[in-house]
């Protein structure tokens, strides 16, 4: 199955910009790359999904590079309420959606 | 929109007991699967289906089984408990794997096996 590696833990302070990236060294032609974000005691919740370059919404940026060998989740202006474990996902070999290890983000203030 | 519905929300269980978690949703997606994680850890894929009467084996399967017989609703069985089951498990679904059909996830069932 195709992994996708990442950061185990980053920390921040308030109010600066945080820069998540993941390796997805196996990527397949058609596979899009979606980050999720947990709190504690909730499921995943989808954050943003992109298949190259750049995409941007109300939430976070995805950069893509042209080789899409990795991905980098940028969130503007950290706050506390975005402490919380972020996972990149690609789709890895029949049809089957497996989770890396997520970063474990903690924000302080 | 009640989106993906876990039931229970917790439940305890005596080692060899055998169980079923209910996992129904009501957007017509194709892709229904099953994750567990444990405490301070990622997630773990247990079972898939890309559609009614079609299932397949994740990266954790012993111990557990599913069917899908319909679109809405994907149970995962627990034949016979185990403490090493202790476990949150989340049911997840998707209109498809492809591009552009993000993961919907349901509220966990949090598993104690004693």
């Known amino acids: 199955l195709a992994k996708t590696t990442q950061p185990i833990s980053m920390d921040s302070y308030e109010g600066q910009e945080v820069n998540i990236t993941c390796s997805h060294n196996?990527?397949?032609?058609?596979?899009?790359i979606t980050w999720y974000q947990q709190f504690p005691s909730q499921g995943p919740r989808f954050i943003i999904q992109?298949?190259?370059t750049k995409v941007t919404n109300e939430v976070a940026s995805l950069f893509i590079p042209a080789d899409r060998k990795s991905s980098t989740l940028s969130l503007p202006r950290v706050s506390l309420s975005d402490t919380a474990v972020y996972y990149c996902?690609?789709?890895?070999?029949?049809?089957?959606?497996?989770f890396g290890s997520g970063t474990r983000l903690q924000v302080q203030p | 929109n009640a989106g993906v519905t876990q039931t229970p929300k917790f439940q305890v269980l005596k080692t060899g007991q055998s169980m079923t978690l209910q996992c129904a949703q009501d957007?017509?997606?194709?892709?229904m699967s099953w994750y567990r994680q444990d405490p301070g850890m990622g997630l773990r894929l247990i079972h898939y289906?890309?559609?009614?009467?079609?299932?397949d084996q994740g990266e954790v399967p012993n111990g557990y089984n599913v069917s899908r017989s319909t679109t809405e609703d994907f149970p995962l069985r627990l034949l016979s408990a185990a403490p090493s089951q202790t476990s949150v498990y989340f049911c997840?679904?998707?209109?498809?794997?492809?591009?552009?059909?993000?993961?919907?996830f349901g509220n966990g069932t949090r598993l104690t096996v004693t």
């Open positions: 997840a679904s998707s209109y498809s794997t492809g591009g552009g059909s993000p993961l919907h």
């Open positions: 996902l690609v789709k890895a070999g029949r049809r089957a959606l497996t």
């Open positions: 992109g298949y190259k």
């Open positions: 196996n990527i397949a032609t058609n596979d899009y």
């Open positions: 289906s890309v559609g009614a009467g079609i299932t």
């Open positions: 957007m017509n997606h194709e892709y």
